[in-house]
């Protein structure tokens, strides 16, 4: 890769990748009582993930670099966990999503510091824009988890 900036862009894709898979399997499996507001709203968040993954990708290749695209690759590259089994709890569900985007979060505001150190602003605004979103959602999250409005 050429620098610290594609390196740092291909391990926000793979982690936005990673939220995005997860988000998805909450939304096919969740169950319980908040059913039907869970399905949309992790239905709405996937649906910004795959806008954003695609910008990520696309800065990568802006950049005259190749970006990751399979599994192995993602798998490789992302420090963020993965959904396993099928027997997870909707509270369970917004707990790992926010772990995930914690673990996300971070690393894009390394990637915008080192970009903006290279003076490469396209990709600094490109990760201050996605931050703000993963910020909203973090909060949508953890209000959803508040028992009593606490």
């Not at 926000?12 to 939304?27: D, F, G, M, P, V």
Request: glycine share 8%.
């Amino acid at each position: 890769m050429k620098n610290c900036v594609v390196k740092g862009l291909c391990q926000c894709l793979a982690e936005s990748y990673t939220i995005y898979l997860n988000t998805q399997k909450c939304h096919w499996n969740v169950e319980g009582p908040n059913f039907h507001s869970l399905h949309i709203m992790f239905e709405g968040q996937y649906k910004i993930l795959a806008d954003y993954v695609d910008i990520l990708a696309e800065r990568i290749r802006g950049l005259e670099s190749y970006a990751p695209g399979s599994f192995s690759e993602f798998e490789e590259l992302s420090e963020v966990s993965q959904i396993e089994g099928f027997d997870v709890q909707a509270e369970e569900m917004i707990r790992i999503l926010l772990n995930g985007y914690g673990t996300l979060i971070e690393t894009m505001k390394k990637t915008a510091e080192k970009a903006e150190k290279k003076e490469d602003s396209g990709t600094s605004d490109i990760l201050i824009g996605q931050i703000e979103q993963h910020e909203k959602t973090v909060w949508m999250l953890r209000s959803t988890l508040k028992k009593d409005g606490r």
